[in-house]
Every structure is written in structure tokens, then in C-alpha cells.
């Protein structure tokens, strides 16, 4: 699912033919282009599975191919929510882009067309994406915000007539999805107070105005994948056999709620098929730290829960207690924020866990935001010196030193703002904290660095 550009249409669309196709009795597998954690959490309550990360620059272009076929091989149909502008890319020649992304899948596009404003001019526009990339396989075209069922058929008659391409539904204009915003977008699904009413809405709309059938026809035609699906099957069992036991029985913390959201599914993956038991927790509503060997916090909005969290004092003095001891503690973005001294908002200042001498501020526009490279500079518990991460950063916040003296950073940043004059990751003891978000197919040292960080903490134990 492709748009022009971004807000087209494309995530209500891709919702409601998830939630349509489970409906029908369909697996339907979701994956995201781009690395937006959002997106990808709604695509995941509609689908009813994990939403898999599809991004190029995260997860290297090596890895598109085995990690589709891996996480698509069981379904009925696999729906693939491109991002930005279809050919939109890194460069001039347009790579990374959504349209390399379905080239490289053999995937058909459906293009979702926002017809606000236009009805001939459509044609022009759809048959520019024909003809733009030539081996890109342009299969139909959705309206989005179609006027009534005179300019529809304006718009469809002239697409289909001047450029081929079918016309296979039309959404019209329709308030009351239930489908919110917020700063970095829709508000996550763990804050949602109606989810599945949200996601059925759209399901709704979808079934009524997009012809479904041809949906399923159109990803028939794809080329089949029988015998890299075959190898890529025999290769994972071969790893899972050859999987070494030395991480077996470790338990490894996730803060897991909706103050603490953002994770990648096989970042979740990559530690629990090392052996490591995850222990979901929440800062929110537990009052303790049970027994770990690591903890990961991942992003996600503290700042909307600030008070809550600045709360929960025990909770805030056994974190620190025990990485005083030494516990192995990995934190993005949120997470950060959360190790800083305190969160500040226009209501008061709310005092955070205190490991690293940095407040923080929430700016009314990004503070850094898009795709980032940095080189790990400095000893720290996780990564090798030497090591290149790409990753991606996406805040409002902005860190305030709190002191004269700031602690270490690992991470030089070759792309991206990071913390503070070019440089991320902050480090104390067995304690990395950035704004960096890496992927853990694209940056295969971060589980293993997790691991072996908890597996050393709990034979010091």
C-alpha cells in the first residue's frame, strides 16, 4: 500500500484490509516500511499479529528478502504499508524507497490516491507513477476522499482510461474513525480508549468501498517464493539447532506499557530465540524489580505520563540501586529520558530515576527527527569500538545538563543530532542510554552485547 506522499491514506486503508481479511477467517501478516513504531502497532491490533519491520536502512538491504519470506511464509496474505512518497528515497536514484522495497519483493503496488480537489488531473498523476519506474508493478489504484459518487466515477473512468491501471474502490469522506493524533502521529494503540472499535471502523469502510476479491487476486499473481521460502525455513531451523545454550535461563527485563512502547518485534525476537526469558514489567503499575539479568527500556512517551511514573518511587530507587550493582541496562529514547534526573512540563518538573546528570524539555516542534549513522567511540558494555549503528531518532524533547559535568558517551554521530554536540550514548557502569533507535537485524551486536552483558551480571551474582 503506496501513497504520493505521506497522509494519503495509506494506514486506514492497510488497517481495514487486515482487519477484513481476519474477519474472513484470512492470516493476514502486516508488515512497515519505514521505522515508525506506531503505524506499526496499530497495523499489529488489526492483524492480530506482529507488525515486522521491512526498512531497508534498519535492518539492511540483505536482510529484506529472508526476513519477509520468514515472517510471511504461514500467511494467507502478507500487507506491506509502504511510507512517505512512493519513489521517495535517500537520494537522487531513489534507494531505500517504498518502490525499491516492492521491487525487490516482486510485490504489486496499490496506490492510494487522495482525490480531494481534482478529477481528471488523477490520470496524469497515476500514469507519471507507470511510467517513473518501469519494473515497478503498478497492479490498481484506491481513492481516498472521494466527493460523492459523480466525482468517482469521473475519477475512475479517466484513470482507467487513460493509463490502464484498475480502479478497485473508493473511500469517501468520512470523519469518526477514531483514528487520533498526536505529535509523532496516531496515538499509540496502548492509549487508544476504543481500539478495536477504531480499527473495525475502518474494516467497515474498507469492505464496503474496496472491491476485496480483487485484493486477493492481485496478490495471487505475485511471483512465487516456494523455494526460497523452502531454504529460508531449512536455515532457520539450522540456527535454532546450532543455538548455543550459555544464554538459557536468563531473564531479561522489557518495560512494557503505554508510557514504554516502542520495540521492534525481532529485536524482542533476537533475545528470545538466544535462550533469555523476557519479563514484561511497568514502571506505572509495579512496585518492584523482580529478580533480572538485564534490562531493556525501549521509547515511547513518558512525558504524557510523567507524573505517574515521578510517582512510583520505589520502583525508581530499586532501578537505580541495582545499577549501582551493576545491573545491564539498555535504554532508547524514552528511556533516556526516564534515566535523566527529571521530565519537565508546562505543569511542574517531575523528578526521574537520576543515573544520568541530564533533564529534559519537550519543545513544541521535533528536536531531531529522521535516520542516523554513529560509530561507537568509546568503551561502553554493549558494542564493539569501532562498530557502525544505523539507526533513526524521532523526539521532542531536549536534554538540559543538569550539573557542570556531563558522564561518557559511546557514540559519535556521523548523521543525526544525538545527545549533545554530535554525540549519543551516554554510559554509566553497565548502563547505555541514547536516542538512537537500532534495529536488530541491521545492528546484529545489540542483542548479543545484551547478552553477554547479562550473562556476565548474572554470574557475578
Not at 526498512?55 to 536482510?63: A, R, S
Not at 502521529?185 to 469492505?207: R, W
Not at 525455513?233 to 512494557?256: C, F, H, M, P, W
Request: proline content about 5%; some cysteine.
Amino acid at each position: 500500500m503506496a501513497g504520493l506522499r505521506g497522509g494519503t491514506g495509506k494506514t486506514t486503508l492497510s488497517l481495514g484490509l487486515l482487519r477484513a481479511f481476519k474477519a474472513k477467517g484470512l492470516a493476514a501478516v502486516a508488515f512497515k516500511k519505514g521505522p515508525d513504531y506506531i503505524d506499526a502497532g496499530w497495523l499489529s491490533m488489526a492483524s492480530g499479529g506482529s507488525c515486522f519491520n521491512l526498512d531497508p536502512y534498519l535492518i539492511g538491504e540483505g536482510n529484506i528478502l529472508p526476513s519477509f519470506l520468514r515472517h510471511s511464509g504461514g500467511a494467507d496474505i502478507s500487507i506491506i504499508e509502504g511510507n512517505r512518497g512512493l519513489f521517495d528515497g535517500m537520494d537522487l536514484e531513489g534507494s531505500q524507497s517504498t518502490s525499491r522495497l516492492a521491487t525487490e519483493l516482486k510485490s504489486p503496488v496499490v496506490l492510494v490516491l487522495d482525490a480531494s480537489k481534482m478529477t481528471r488531473t488523477a490520470a496524469a498523476m497515476v500514469l507519471g507513477v507507470k511510467k517513473f519506474e518501469p519494473a515497478l508493478k503498478l497492479a490498481a489504484v484506491v481513492l481516498n476522499q472521494t466527493g460523492g459518487k459523480r466525482h468517482e466515477a469521473i475519477m475512475r473512468q479517466s484513470i482507467e482510461h487513460y493509463t490502464g491501471v484498475p480502479v478497485i474502490g473508493a473511500l469517501p469522506r468520512k470523519a469518526g474513525l477514531g483514528l487520533s493524533e498526536r505529535h509523532m502521529g496516531l496515538v499509540p494503540y496502548q492509549e487508544h480508549p476504543e481500539i478495536d472499535q477504531a480499527i473495525d471502523s475502518a474494516a467497515s469502510l474498507v469492505s464496503e468501498s474496496v472491491d476485496l476479491e480483487r485484493v486477493m487476486k492481485i496478490a495471487r499473481q505475485c511471483q512465487s517464493f516456494g523455494a526460497a521460502c523452502a531454504a529460508q525455513k531449512a536455515n532457520d531451523e539450522a540456527t535454532t539447532r546450532k543455538r548455543s545454550s550459555i544464554y538459557e535461563g536468563l531473564r531479561i527485563g522489557v518495560l512494557q506499557d503505554s508510557a514504554f512502547q516502542f520495540y521492534y518485534p525481532e529485536n524482542l525476537e533476537a533475545l528470545a530465540e538466544a535462550g533469555a526469558e523476557l519479563t514484561p514489567l511497568s514502571p506505572l503499575t509495579d512496585m518492584d524489580l523482580p529478580d533480572i539479568d538485564a534490562l531493556y527500556i525501549g521509547g515511547g512517551f513518558p512525558e504524557t505520563h510523567a507524573i505517574a511514573l515521578s510517582r512510583n518511587i520505589g520502583f525508581l530507587k530499586e532501578l537505580k540501586n541495582r545499577i549501582e550493582k551493576g545491573l545491564p541496562v539498555y535504554a532508547e529514547c524514552g528511556g533516556l529520558m526516564y534515566l535523566g534526573t527529571y521530565i519537565e512540563l508546562k505543569s511542574g518538573r517531575y523528578q526521574m530515576a537520576g543515573v544520568f546528570p541530564y533533564g529534559f524539555t519537550l519543545e513544541s516542534r521535533p528536536v531531531a527527527h529522521g535516520y542516523t549513522s554513529a560509530t561507537v567511540s568509546a568503551k561502553n558494555p554493549f558494542y564493539p569500538k569501532g562498530a557502525v549503528l544505523n539507526g533513526h531518532e524521532f523526539h521532542y524533547s531536549r536534554p538540559v545538563r543538569d550539573g557542570a559535568k556531563g558522564p561518557a558517551f559511546a557514540l559519535t554521530m556521523k548523521r543525526g543530532a544525538g545527545i549533545e554536540n554530535g554525540k549519543d550514548g551516554l554510559i554509566y557502569k553497565n548502563v547505555f542510554a541514547t536516542y538512537t533507535h537500532t534495529h536488530a537485524l541491521g545492528t546484529p551486536q545489540w542483542a548479543k552485547g545484551l547478552l553477554k552483558a547479562a550473562r556476565e551480571y548474572s554470574r557475578g551474582k
